[in-house]
């Protein structure tokens, strides 16, 4: 349903201000109309054929591009291809609704014994859409854009929060069902703060630039916050389309610039108060490991200047030791020399007194 719709569309589109009839190849001729009536404009993307998009979740004539293709021979297929734009081979009925979520974006019909073929196009944009139509071999494009339908919804934007005594600026947009931006709307506000309320009454811009949008400014007060109520009078809910949103809030919080200064001067002196006496802690701890370093080298070079001591005392004890062994022993050594030579003295001069008078048993003298 949706490519037949689609192809409906696009045929309408080419249409001018009278009913559009165009060649084709093999002489078939397209007849585009709107609830009966011929439809206006189409042949140009800038005079597209204007739609109502079906807001009522219902495609009726209404809603609908009628595509009629005639004289087409026999055997010969009919195609249509839809952009931003929906293709359906009927319109809706109390037997066989035709809703707005049915169709599709091509459709082909093959001319069998017949020499026509129909169809309808419908759009849920207001973005402009075409349906391209090939007969024989021969391709036309035609144009159309949907009108936005009811306001269905409403949305509002505005700053978390602003400075006392500033300006606030506020918008408000209006979407129909498919959320297509709705100029012309009438949206309210009501802005309240410290107990006192305004309401003002928009109107949603009509203008390509700022379609659907309306913008409100505001001025905080000293202190507190704003809160700001958008509300609409909206279309009535449509089962199976979106919801209607008829009211949003938005608060507006007012800053104490002074205030926030005074505590951002205070966190900041704080800071650099910790940050001296963290810088203070590791001089300290710098210092003090110098410190404990120079006590350490010094007592390492006490401990390796007595050591050393030790040694040289130690060497020197024992040099002492040796000199006087040493002394001992040639002091010793003297005396066993002295009194061996005593005592060979002493065995010599027997000797020869022995041998004086043995002189045939003389005894050999000790040298």
């Known amino acids: 349903m949706n490519s037949f719709k689609k192809v409906s569309l696009i045929i309408a589109a080419a249409l001018t201000s009278t009913m559009l009839v165009s060649p084709a190849a093999n002489a078939a001729t397209t007849t585009l109309t709107v609830a009966g009536s011929a439809a206006t404009g189409g042949t140009v993307a800038t005079a597209p054929v204007a739609l109502p998009v079906p807001a009522d979740n219902s495609v009726d004539a209404a809603d609908a591009l009628k595509i009629a ?36 974006s091509a459709l082909t019909i093959n001319v069998g014994t017949g020499t026509t073929a129909e169809f309808y196009v419908y759009t849920k944009t207001t973005t402009v859409g075409t349906v391209a139509i090939t007969v024989g071999g021969n391709t036309t494009t035609y144009y159309v854009q949907g009108t ?23 918008k408000v947009s209006g979407y129909d069902v498919f959320g297509n931006l709705k100029g012309g709307a009438t949206i309210n506000t009501l802005v309240s703060s410290n107990g006192a309320a305004t309401a003002t009454a928009l109107t949603t811009d009509t203008a390509v630039a700022t379609l659907g949008t309306k913008e409100q400014t505001v001025t905080l007060p000293a202190s507190g916050s704003v809160v700001v109520t958008a509300y609409a009078t909206v279309a009535t809910a449509v089962t199976g389309l979106t919801a209607p949103i008829g009211s949003v809030v938005a608060t507006v919080a007012v800053r104490d610039l002074v205030s926030e200064l005074a505590a951002q001067t205070a966190a900041k002196e704080a800071a650099l108060a910790a940050k001296a006496i963290s810088d203070a802690a590791v001089v300290k701890a710098a210092s003090d490991a110098v410190a404990a370093k120079t006590a350490s080298d010094a007592a390492l070079a006490a401990e390796k200047s007595a050591s ?34 005593s005592i060979k003295d002493a065995f010599n001069a027997l000797a020869k007194k022995w041998n004086a008078k043995n002189p045939k048993a003389k005894v050999t003298l000790v040298k």
């Open 148 to 170: 936005a339908g009811a306001l269905n919804s409403i949305a509002l934007t505005s700053p978390a929060s602003g400075a006392a005594g500033t300006i606030a600026t506020l």
């Open 308 to 341: 050393a001591k030790a040694l040289a005392d130690a060497k020197t004890a024992s040099d002492a030791v040796v000199l006087a062994k040493d002394a001992t022993i040639a002091k010793l050594t003297a005396d066993n020399a002295v009194a061996l030579k």
């Open 69 to 104: 293709i005639t004289s087409v021979d026999t055997g010969t297929a009919v195609s249509a291809v839809a952009t931003n734009a929906t293709i359906v081979p009927a319109l809706a009925t109390s037997s066989a609704p035709v809703t707005a979520s049915s169709g599709s």
